[in-house]
């Protein structure tokens, strides 16, 4: 009974779950991923039970993923064997002692395979639909791509890993002959770390994967010689971790060709890998200063960060002039840029004239001089690659019904994050309709703006970003730093077919012309909450506070004018891409894009502040009140939205544990709905502003039960079919049905 309590592999699982928590950590996050326990929201799961690579899920991407598994199981042995092998004394007189290490802390390794395997089966079968036959070769991908690494691993170990008879030139029998007197002296030393508290029992291991051996008694074995021999493995084992580290390093410096950017998960994998073999290198060399020295060295960064831009390594919007002396930002500043009502008048008047093309060209369509069209605005909300795919589809199908009409109503276009991607793109397409090919309403429009984006992201965050940064790239006549961010926009511009690859203003004559509408960016300035204004068009009309009013109501400058802000910083380079990125930086998945200001400024996705951009829109309607009451018949607000509105409450019986974390929680979980209570009040108001109809037609995924569309960069099949698929809903038809009747009036 004792051999079988006191198995190796068995007081390994103790003694992780006793004392190596910060370890298991990473162990609950993988199951929890692969399990499908946690962040479905966000498509984690996904992202491991069906890794892409190069577009496809296939045997290359599960046998990448299962290398990239088999780092991460490496790191996890070597982590634990600096720290634990101490206890463990009898590892020291066997042959290759980390080796045998390794085979007996399989459990979690093993069972962590087996559920992997388990669970990504099932996915495949229910969610991808793939047949016995291909999970049968996915799964034995996965096993190999696994085992490659570690076999790499061992070839490495096998020649360098030493025991106790290798570095004394001394046999076990030359060590049964010491003296029991003299032993005993060194046995009550605990200097070295072989204490009685520290060690630990073990009657049997595996010596080899399917043999189990009784432990050799070390109690006669000089103490000092067995440190000397785990501080060999420890050192041995910190360089083959400084060797993968560096070969992670060299391999970012590919991350732009195709044949180096791995599944997203796997790349997961990598930054698990770096921190636990980081922590490894330091703790086999430090001892116990490790957690003083580390502690010391993050305040030590964080001090010089604020201090030297090399480290800082601010993200940069591309196109924008950072040499140029920064822009005050302050109160003085705003001021002068919001209350200059000469400029407003001239752009308002300019924007006039804008729609008056517009109107003229609709009343030559209809052959009336007299006609008044109705104006539609289009707020689209965020939500990552679902709300561009369903942004994109939802306004082809409308212009394909209306035989391109609703398109031609459209005057204005705001929102956030994926969705104004999505808009972004049609808009370009209907642009360019009389050359692209194929036509506007092709499918494969929807199949490039649903293409996958965060492959690349996290490889670039795994293998670059979290060393030092250096690598730079020119665009636009300056030089910037290559981060996650570039990357980011170099992926949607290959998925898009580089349509954002030019500057904001490559489309004013065509917004000018009125052949296309005028879209606004928005994105939330992290540092106090106000808003970054972009377009190809002034926009001082809707940052403009009337110095008598502001004192009146004592209003704050909320908006700020992107191109008169940063006019002499080239504001007008600014790229599409850049401006896109700007309005969907979402935390940590993305950096937050640094402005040239003094103190700098950070913006993030305009959904922090507008989800919908139907502040913008309610802005843009006050200002033009009075010519859209004159040559319109009515306003019409198409929001295009990724979520159901209107939805069931659920509210369940709260825990001790629930109402301690509710008031945090319930913000973050009430988030959007407060949005959406905001926007039906700015509704509200705007329709009793107006003297013509307003009316507010929504198109909206709806989600059956168990059919979750994830919020990120990365879709399934399976989900990008439920997004196109979502503009048959009756409720989506009776919306389009409404918005036909509206414009046939």
Request: charged content about 20%; glycine content about 6%.
């Amino acid at each position: 009974m004792d051999r079988l309590l006191y198995f190796f592999p068995f007081q390994l699982v103790w003694l992780h779950l006793k004392r190596n928590h910060f370890l298991l950590l990473f162990w609950v996050i993988l199951f929890g991923f692969t399990t499908q326990a946690f962040a479905n929201k966000f498509g984690i799961p996904y992202l491991f039970l069906a890794p892409e690579y190069r577009g496809v899920v296939g045997i290359w991407s599960y046998a990448i993923l299962g290398f990239a598994l088999g780092g991460f199981i490496m790191a996890f042995n070597i982590y634990s064997y600096i720290i634990h092998s101490k206890r463990f004394p009898f590892l020291g007189t066997l042959a290759r002692p980390f080796f045998k290490f390794c085979i007996n802390n399989f459990i979690i390794p093993v069972l962590f395979i087996g559920t992997y395997i388990y669970f990504s089966s099932k996915f495949l079968q229910t969610v991808e639909l793939k047949n016995n036959w291909e999970i049968f070769k996915y799964m034995l991908a996965f096993v190999l791509g696994n085992a490659l690494f570690i076999i790499l691993a061992v070839i490495y170990f096998f020649p360098t890993n030493k025991n106790i008879f290798k570095i004394t030139g001394q046999t076990a029998e030359q060590f049964d002959a010491l003296s029991k007197k003299h032993n005993k002296g060194l046995r009550n030393k605990s200097r070295f770390g072989f204490n009685r508290g520290s060690k630990w029992r073990v009657e049997t291991y595996l010596s080899h994967p399917f043999k189990v051996n009784l432990a050799r008694n070390s109690d006669h074995y000089d103490r000092e010689t067995l440190r000397k021999v785990f501080y060999q493995n420890h050192v041995n084992a910190s360089f083959f971790e400084l060797l993968v580290i560096l070969v992670f390093f060299v391999i970012g410096a590919f991350q732009f060709n195709n044949f180096f950017v791995i599944p997203a998960a796997a790349s997961t994998f990598l930054v698990f890998t770096v921190v636990l073999m980081i922590i490894s290198i330091t703790m086999s060399w430090l001892k116990g200063w490790t957690l003083t020295v580390l502690i010391a060295l993050i305040l030590l960064v964080d001090f010089a960060s604020g201090k030297l831009d090399w480290i800082n390594m601010a993200n940069p919007a591309y196109g924008l002039n950072y040499e140029q002396e920064p822009v005050p930002y302050n109160l003085a500043t705003l001021d002068s840029l919001n209350s200059n009502l000469i400029g407003v008048s001239r752009d308002i008047e300019q924007h006039e004239k804008i729609l008056n093309k517009w109107l003229d060209k609709q009343r030559k369509l209809k052959g009336d001089p007299t006609y008044k069209p109705k104006m539609i605005i289009v707020n689209t909300s965020g939500g990552g690659l679902r709300s561009s795919l369903w942004t994109v589809r939802a306004l082809q199908y409308c212009d394909s019904v209306s035989k391109g009409q609703i398109t031609q109503n459209i005057r204005l276009i705001s929102g956030s994050s994926g969705g104004s991607i999505g808009a972004a793109y049609f808009r370009d397409l209907y642009l360019n309709k009389e050359t692209i090919n194929p036509g506007l309403y092709s499918e494969k429009y929807q199949e490039n703006i649903s293409k996958d984006i965060l492959n690349r992201v996290l490889f670039t965050f795994a293998t670059n970003d979290i060393f030092i940064r250096f690598r730079k790239r020119d665009i636009g006549g300056y030089s910037y730093v290559l981060d996650r961010g570039m990357t980011f926009e170099d992926q949607l511009n290959i998925n898009t077919d580089f349509v954002f690859d030019k500057p904001v203003n490559a489309y004013a004559e065509a917004v000018a012309d009125a052949r296309i509408p005028m879209m606004i960016l928005a994105p939330s300035i992290v540092n106090d909450g106000r808003r970054m204004l972009i377009s190809s068009q002034p926009l001082s009309y809707l940052c403009y506070e009337n110095p008598d009013e502001r004192k009146q109501l004592n209003l704050s400058f909320e908006n700020i004018e992107f191109a008169r802000m940063f006019a002499n910083h080239d504001a007008k380079n600014l790229l599409m891409s850049s401006a896109l990125r700007m309005n969907s930086t979402f935390p940590y998945i993305l950096p937050y894009p640094s402005l040239p200001t003094e103190p700098s400024i950070e913006v993030m996705d305009a959904g922090l502040r507008d989800n919908f951009g139907m502040k913008v829109s309610a802005k843009y309607i006050s200002v033009f009140k009075k010519w859209i009451e004159k040559n319109t018949s009515g306003l019409i607000i198409l929001q295009i939205r990724d979520t159901e509105k209107l939805v069931e409450p659920n509210i369940e019986h709260s825990t001790i544990l629930d109402k301690m974390v509710n008031p945090i929680g319930s913000f973050y979980g009430n988030y959007f709905n407060d949005q959406d209570y905001n926007m039906d009040q700015i509704l509200d108001i705007t329709n009793d502003l107006l003297d013509v109809p307003l009316y507010h037609i929504p198109l909206e995924i709806r989600n059956n039960p168990g059919e979750h569309i994830a919020l990120s960069w990365h879709l399934t099949e399976l989900e990008k079919l439920r997004v196109t698929n979502s503009i048959e809903l009756p409720w989506n038809q009776e919306s389009i049905k409404q918005l036909l009747e509206l414009l046939d009036e």
